[in-house]
C-alpha cells in the first residue's frame, strides 16, 4: 500500500472546521483513501473513504485532489468530543486475501479541540 | 456496520502465563485480523484468521507466541502466550464491513507484571 505522511498533531477551536492534510504521492490508480480516528482508549473509528470524487457524509468531507496525490478530510464543525488521533490510509479495495488487503496505520494526526 | 464484542476488556496477568481473547462478531464475515497497539503506539497488523484455514501472520509476529482460533464465520481467539512485560498492549480484533471499511472491536488492555 502506499505510503501516506500527516502533520503530527494539529488544533481547532471548538465549533470551527477542522482541516486534516494527508499526502499520498504513490498512490496507485485502484488505491483507496480512508480515515479512521482513534479516541483515547477506544478501537479505531471508520470516518470516511473516497477514490477521486470528494465524498461527505454525516461525520465528515473528504477532499481529494485532481492527481489524487493529497487528501483533506473536513470536520465541518468540531466538537471537543472529535479531539483524537486520525488516521489517513490507502488501500485497495475489494482484494481480501494476498498482501493488498491490510490496512496499514501510520502515527497519524492527533487532532485536539479547544473550547 | 457490523458489532464487534471482545473479551475480556482489560485484564493484568503475571509473566510467563498466556490469556485468551475472544472476538464475536454479530454477522458472518469471511476474515478477522488481529492488532496490537503498543503503548503510544499505532496499530500493528499481527495476523489475519480465515475461517477453516491457518492464521497467515505478519512478519515478527510467530504461531507459537500468538496462536489463533478461528472456528466459524463470527468467532475468533487471540492467544498472547508465555507473556512478558513487552506484551503489555492494547489487542484489538477487526473485520471488513461493505460499504464501512474495517470496523474494529473496543480492544483488550493487556498488563503483564
Known amino acids: 500500500d502506499a505510503k501516506t505522511t500527516q502533520p503530527t498533531s494539529m488544533d481547532c477551536a471548538e465549533g470551527r472546521a477542522a482541516n486534516l492534510p494527508c499526502n499520498h504521492s504513490?498512490?496507485?490508480?485502484?488505491?483507496?483513501v480512508y480515515w479512521y480516528r482513534q479516541i483515547h482508549s477506544q478501537g479505531p473509528q471508520y470516518i470516511i473513504h473516497?477514490?477521486?470524487n470528494n465524498e461527505t457524509n454525516e461525520m465528515a468531507s473528504l477532499i481529494i485532489t485532481e492527481d489524487r496525490k493529497s487528501s483533506t478530510l473536513i470536520l465541518p464543525h468540531a466538537t471537543l468530543r472529535d479531539t483524537a488521533v486520525y488516521y489517513c490510509?490507502?488501500?485497495?479495495?475489494?482484494?481480501?486475501?494476498?498482501?493488498?488487503?491490510?490496512?496499514?496505520f501510520g502515527k497519524g494526526t492527533l487532532l485536539t479541540v479547544n473550547p | 456496520s457490523a458489532v464487534i464484542s471482545q473479551k475480556p476488556s482489560r485484564d493484568i496477568c503475571q509473566r510467563g502465563t498466556s490469556l485468551t481473547i475472544q472476538c464475536q462478531v454479530d454477522?458472518?464475515?469471511?476474515?478477522m485480523f488481529w492488532y496490537r497497539q503498543q503503548p503510544g503506539q499505532s496499530l500493528t497488523l499481527i495476523a489475519t484468521?480465515?475461517?477453516?484455514?491457518?492464521?497467515?501472520?505478519e512478519s515478527g509476529f510467530v504461531i507459537d507466541k500468538f496462536p489463533i482460533s478461528r472456528p466459524n464465520l463470527t468467532f475468533s481467539t487471540l492467544t498472547v502466550s508465555n507473556m512478558s512485560p513487552e506484551d503489555s498492549s492494547i489487542y484489538l480484533c477487526?473485520?471488513?464491513?461493505?460499504?464501512?471499511?474495517?470496523?474494529f472491536g473496543s480492544g483488550t488492555r493487556l498488563t503483564v507484571v
Open positions: 477487526s473485520v471488513e464491513t461493505v460499504g464501512y471499511g474495517y470496523t
Open positions: 504513490t498512490i496507485s490508480g485502484n488505491e483507496y
Open positions: 473516497g477514490l477521486k
Open positions: 490510509i490507502v488501500r485497495v479495495v475489494g482484494s481480501s486475501g494476498g498482501s493488498n488487503y491490510k490496512l496499514t
Open positions: 454477522s458472518q464475515v469471511t476474515m
Open positions: 484468521a480465515n475461517q477453516g484455514s491457518e492464521a497467515t501472520y
